[in-house]
């Protein structure tokens, strides 16, 4: 035990091992997330106490091995050798043992304490495999344990086998493992040249076996702490060893063998959606079946947002009769603006767009959980992966059709922070369902007929803004070398947790509203102060005398100060744009949150639209509308899940540069044919 206040757990595991589960089972909402020092790298550390003693938890990122081939590994590496940490919990997928254990066998010689959690017990159980974790615990000389990490009643034994490792400073035995490597030729004599403390917490056995690798971090050290002779001996090894990398792998698997032989029973059971599987994983028919799939999900994810929906629609009830009863009182006019258009309508709204969150995060969680999301991931991933993004990427572009802030939730199933973020990127490129109800309406008010050819430049545009975006941001986010198609295996299918599913899916909610919440009142009021007049009148607001003077600047993107206006109000949402145009040409009244979000027109709308605005400003506001930011909610989300102000306020600036290039085109290209 150290003397440090809490004592630090790190977890480590291949990706789907359930270190995630396992990490907010423990931490609940006591955690953080941002990014490694330097990494585009997530990030997770969180805190629980047990027993009356105060843990930390450090959710290092899933690689499935400790060689120096990611930032991911590397990062993992050097935590395990910065003596942060006091054990290190090793978690396995019980249902592929022989896979995921590979990580264990790449542990081998690490001296810092630690305990082998076999997950998924229960789904290893379906599959009809019986596994003696007590076996597996004397070969190894570390506490081992049977697990399911979304069942609460398994976390005694958890709890049990971490305190043992901690107080008795259990190291994983290798003898077996050491004894195969020195059939390898020139490892028993790099062994003997590897002097203690090269890289603190790793064993001469591991430094050994990764130089026969060909480690080359690893091979850095070793060659800076020897000098002569030594030295010489050394890279006469290195030279002499071939394909080291597949002569240690073989003494892995043939140690992972001999260690699951006697421990390990299983017998044959019928296997569960094999025709659905090799549906979804046809070269013709697999990507068909996944858009599918996703877009009944995404209808899906309606049934469970309609009554957080419908409580928003009361709670945007509320400020009209509330109003009346503070004015009757003798409330101040500006006060009772404020509670009422601003923080209950902000609230209202917010409210709304969560219940589609919510939809989103369960439905898809779910098919994260029963293990369609790597089928998914698996269709799609070369694809993808010319944007520098992996299949699951798919799924957010998909969703961002109806909700980009549902889109940009649905990237939670991303484990790699920079194609996360990318991903958010590429998905404000695509209309959502709002832009798809204003912006048909406006082209067909303007262009009649014309109407199919606007949408489909529309779309045609979306598709070079997405190729162009993650040209740019590629760069830095997503490294060349991650470009690649993934190599998986797919997990097996299995039950949800139900209880575990929706502690994630309500603790994410509750973490988003909050977030949310704060990120839209304060962009509401300050959007509602500059547009706010006592008379009433439009034309006394700061947001009119500020349009007026930067006019000449907005001209040049084909928009005059109230065709800007409605453009600045879409970023708080497409429909509002609607409210503003009809507040201003039709002078009835002050520009509020209210009328933003409700979207209140004039009868004569389209009347008034058109004796004001030529088609070349009409075709300008379309295009700079429908490739704005997407709303302040889905900014509030961006926020939530890229853990970055700077990303975000990059995306929301760079998007916004981006429609008024594109309005300023449209206007121009406008001007010529009408």
Not at 75 to 101: F, H, M, N, P, W
Not at 191 to 197: A, M, R, S, T, Y
Not at 365 to 390: C, H, P, W
Request: some cysteine; aromatic content about 10%; glycine content about 8%.
């Amino acid at each position: 035990m150290t003397d440090k206040e809490e004592t630090v757990i790190a977890l480590l595991g291949q990706p789907n091992s359930g270190k995630s589960t396992l990490f907010n089972a423990l931490t609940g909402m006591r955690q953080h997330v941002g990014n490694w020092p330097g990494k585009t790298v997530e990030k997770k550390e969180g805190t629980f106490s047990h027993n009356g003693k105060d843990y930390m938890v450090a959710d290092l990122p899933g690689t499935y091995s400790l060689s120096a081939n990611s930032d991911e590994e590397m990062i993992t590496r050097d935590y395990i050798a910065s003596g942060k940490a006091d054990v290190v919990c090793i978690l396995a997928d019980s249902s592929q043992l022989e896979r995921s254990l590979y990580m264990l066998a790449d542990y081998a010689g690490i001296t810092l304490p630690c305990f082998l959690v076999l997950n998924m017990s229960d789904v290893a159980a379906q599959q009809g495999k019986s596994i003696d974790a007590s076996a597996i615990e004397k070969k190894l000389g570390i506490p081992v344990i049977a697990f399911s990490a979304p069942d609460k009643k398994a976390y005694d034994e958890f709890y049990i086998a971490l305190e043992y490792a901690v107080k008795n400073r259990t190291v994983l035995d290798t003898g077996t493992l050491e004894k195969s490597y020195e059939e390898i030729d020139g490892y028993a004599e790099i062994k003997e040249l590897v002097k203690d403390g090269i890289i603190p917490g790793y064993s001469n056995v591991w430094l050994a076996a990764k130089a026969v690798e060909g480690d080359a971090p690893v091979i850095a050290k070793i060659r800076a702490s020897l000098s002569g002779e030594e030295l010489e001996n050394f890279e006469a090894k290195l030279k002499s060893i071939n394909k080291g990398v597949l002569q240690t792998g073989e003494r892995k698997f043939a140690w992972i063998d001999g260690l699951l032989s006697d421990t390990v029973k299983a017998k044959k059971t019928k296997a569960s959606l094999g025709k659905f599987d090799r549906l979804i994983t046809h070269r013709i028919w697999g990507k068909p079946v996944v858009i599918v799939t996703i877009l009944l999900g995404l209808i899906a994810s309606f049934i469970p947002a309609l009554p957080l929906m419908g409580v928003g629609s009361v709670i945007g009830k509320i400020p009209d009769p509330l109003s009346t009863a503070l004015l009757n009182i003798g409330c101040p006019a500006f006060i009772v603006a404020i509670i009422c258009d601003v923080l209950i309508r902000s609230l209202s709204f917010i409210v709304q767009m969560l219940g589609f969150v919510f939809g989103v995060t369960l439905v898809f969680g779910l098919l994260e959980e029963v293990g369609v999301m790597a089928r998914i991931s698996y269709v799609f991933d070369n694809t993808m992966a010319k944007f520098g993004l992996q299949g699951k990427s798919v799924m957010p572009f998909l969703i961002s059709f109806g909700c980009t802030m549902g889109g940009a939730a649905g990237t939670r199933v991303i484990d790699n922070w920079g194609q996360k973020v990318l991903t958010i990127a590429l998905a404000w490129a695509v209309p959502c369902g709002a832009a798809w109800a204003v912006i048909p309406m406006l082209s067909t008010i303007f262009f009649g007929a014309w109407v199919p050819v606007i949408i489909a430049v529309i779309l045609l545009v979306m598709v070079i803004h997405m190729w162009l975006t993650a040209k740019i941001f590629g760069r830095s986010l997503v490294k060349e070398k991650d470009r690649q198609g993934m190599i998986m295996e797919l997990p097996p299918y299995h039950k949800p947790k139900w209880g575990a599913l929706f502690r994630y899916v309500l603790g994410r909610t509750k973490d988003t509203f909050f977030r949310s919440f704060k990120v839209v009142v304060i962009v509401a009021l300050a959007f509602w102060l500059l547009s706010y007049s006592s008379s009433g009148d439009v034309t006394a607001s700061i947001l009119y005398k500020v349009g007026h003077v930067i006019e000449p600047v907005t001209k040049l993107f084909g928009m005059g100060w109230q065709t800007f206006m409605a453009f600045i109000a879409s970023s708080l949402g497409k429909e509002g744009a609607l409210g503003v145009l009809s507040t201003i040409y039709s002078g009835s009244g002050t520009i509020t949150v209210g009328s933003m979000q409700s979207a209140v027109v004039a009868e004569n709308l389209n009347e008034l639209l058109l004796a004001n605005i030529s088609k070349p400003e009409a075709l300008a506001l379309i295009f700079a509308m429908t490739f704005n930011m997407p709303c302040i909610v889905a900014l509030a989300a961006t926020y939530q899940e890229t853990h970055s102000v700077k990303w975000t306020a990059r995306i929301a600036i760079y998007y916004t540069a981006i429609a008024l290039l594109l309005a300023g085109i449209a206007y121009y290209v406008g001007l010529l044919i009408w």
